[in-house]
């Protein structure tokens, strides 16, 4: 039978016994049958409706699995092994989605709501309806702060946006309101005063850590580090062809001044030493923000750096000379400098030193790189290694793309950044007009306009960007240009020219030569 599925605006059929038993029977017989089941449709113009306690009885995969949504009952259980969240779908089993999608905004999309109407069964009661509606939950992103109307936004829930590409070469340090968010739940409200820090391994105690004993039991220490998302320049793998992930244009990196304690020093403090390298091989991280199941956030980095003298791995307390805004993890939060943006945990809980990587999601199944003819029926997240130091990077911040120059002009000027993970300098960003064909050498910059150039960091130590700018003549003939950059580090590291080679699923590691196609106007 057919009928208006209010809730999602879809006309549904309901196949009926009389419907299935149709198909076996001769042209007249149909034709009698025909007119019995408008008869039917006629008497029953309602779906079956459920209690919420027969929903409840649906609860795994051998009773099968059924939610609720705005007053619908679904049985979703073959859906479940096609879902891309995994299992975590069973912990709405027998209740409502509401709760869930108010936490992952990503749900609330068309289609989503397309494929979810394929599994409708029914209506739940009215009573129950008006249960569910007097403990609706409130909305975990309420508290978030206020961000800056120039982030060009990616998504809302959770919060992740990046700034204008020529707002973000304009300073050498990246104003704290601009710099790119990238949150994967909801910011977390900490008392600074009753925070504690805790950290633990197999061997030792628990030491435990007020931002008070944070600030005065140890030295402060200031690093300058860039930090980019793995995903920074997805959108250029998109126009390949389509990935999963926020679609990132090139500003999903930004530099700042990181000031706080060593985590080498915190470790030391617990009673980690350099000889724990005989049982120990990664530091784990736990953030303080939460899902509706309370898994928090976490990721990890090897113990090599953690410990390292000269790893420069921070606990940060200051951002740019103060307090960490609550975006980018106030009160405490870990830099791991020249390290992909995923290990820089925010709203730092807990520091676990332990002979394994970290078991979260985001350490064992996502941020990790796979070849071009990896797709979603064949990945295997165990076969590749988290990311931890990124590649090469350079892109153009000015001329945007589509932008239009005077002839007249005889001239552009091109900016942009550059960078390369792991503490490996950037040495020289050539940039071309025309495709590739001849190429200049851009001027660097590490240090604000004004300032005098910064010395030359120490080996292994370059955590910053640097800032470059080229000024090149129009070529006479040329109607269009289509300029070119690619970075090139102390270890000789290059930009891949194209993007089609290091495509990849999950849209990370984008680092091909970036390029802008801009129109020259005549007089």
């Known amino acids: 039978m057919l009928w208006q599925d209010c809730s999602l605006g879809q006309v549904l059929f309901w196949p009926t016994a009389s419907t299935i038993t149709r198909r076996l029977l001769s042209p007249l017989q149909a034709e009698q049958s025909d007119s019995t089941s408008l008869q039917t449709i006629e008497k029953i113009s309602t779906p079956p409706i459920f209690t919420q306690e027969e929903v409840n009885s649906h609860r795994s995969l051998e009773d099968g699995v059924w939610v609720t949504y705005k007053g619908g009952v679904y049985d979703i259980t073959e859906f479940v092994a096609m879902h891309p969240g ?53 909305d975990p992103y309420s508290s978030d702060p206020v961000r800056h109307p120039a982030l060009r936004i990616n998504s809302l829930k959770p919060f992740n946006a990046e700034p204008p590409p020529e707002i973000l070469s304009d300073s050498y340090i990246t104003p704290s309101a601009i710099f790119f968010k990238r949150n994967h739940l909801p910011v977390p409200q900490v008392d600074p005063d009753s925070y504690q820090l805790q950290v633990e391994g197999l061997s030792e105690g628990v030491l435990m850590l007020s931002l008070k004993d944070l600030k005065t039991r140890f030295q402060k220490h200031t690093v300058t580090a860039t930090l980019q998302c793995a995903g920074n320049r997805r959108s250029e793998m998109n126009k390949v062809k389509q990935v999963k992930g926020l679609n ?214 370059a955590w910053a960007w640097k800032l470059w700018e080229v000024t090149a003549p129009l070529p006479p003939e040329a109607q269009e240009l289509e300029i070119v950059c690619k970075a090139v580090d102390n270890s000789y590291n290059m930009q891949p020219d194209t993007v089609s080679p290091i495509w990849n699923l999950r849209g990370v590691l984008s680092n091909a030569w970036h390029r802008v196609k801009v129109k020259i106007r005549e007089d």
């Open 86 to 138: 995994g299992e975590k779908i069973l912990l709405a089993a027998g209740g409502a989605l509401e709760p869930f999608w108010a936490l992952y905004a990503v749900h609330n999309q068309e289609h989503v709501l397309e494929i979810l109407s394929e599994y409708k069964v029914g209506e739940l009661s009215a009573e129950d309806q008006k249960k569910q509606q007097t403990v609706k939950s409130s």
């Open 248 to 461: 990132w244009g090139i500003a999903a990196i930004s530099n700042a001044t990181w000031s706080g304690v060593r985590l080498r020093d915190v470790l030391m403090a617990a009673g980690y030493y350099p000889d724990v390298s005989q049982w120990a091989r990664h530091v784990q991280f736990e953030g303080l923000d939460k899902d509706v199941t309370g898994t928090t956030y976490g990721a990890s980095i090897p113990l090599n750096k953690a410990i390292s003298e000269d790893g420069d791995v921070l606990l940060a307390y200051e951002m740019n000379g103060e307090d960490l805004p609550p975006d980018h993890g106030y009160p405490v939060r870990v830099i791991v400098p020249g390290t992909v943006g995923a290990r820089n945990v925010k709203w730092l809980g807990k520091i676990i030193v332990s002979a394994e990587e970290s078991s979260s999601h985001w350490q064992q199944n996502d941020y990790k790189g796979f070849s071009p003819g990896t797709d979603w029926d064949t990945v295997d997240f165990k076969s590749a290694p988290a990311i931890q130091e990124l590649p090469i990077q350079s892109a153009i911040t000015m001329p945007a793309d589509g932008a239009v120059v005077d002839r007249s002009d005889e001239e552009v000027t091109v900016k942009g950044y550059a960078w390369s993970g792991g503490g490996r300098e950037v040495v020289r960003v050539d940039v071309s007009v025309d495709g590739g064909k001849t190429w200049q050498v851009a001027q660097l910059r590490s240090s604000e306009k004004e300032q005098a150039p910064a010395p030359s960091p120490a080996p292994g130590q």
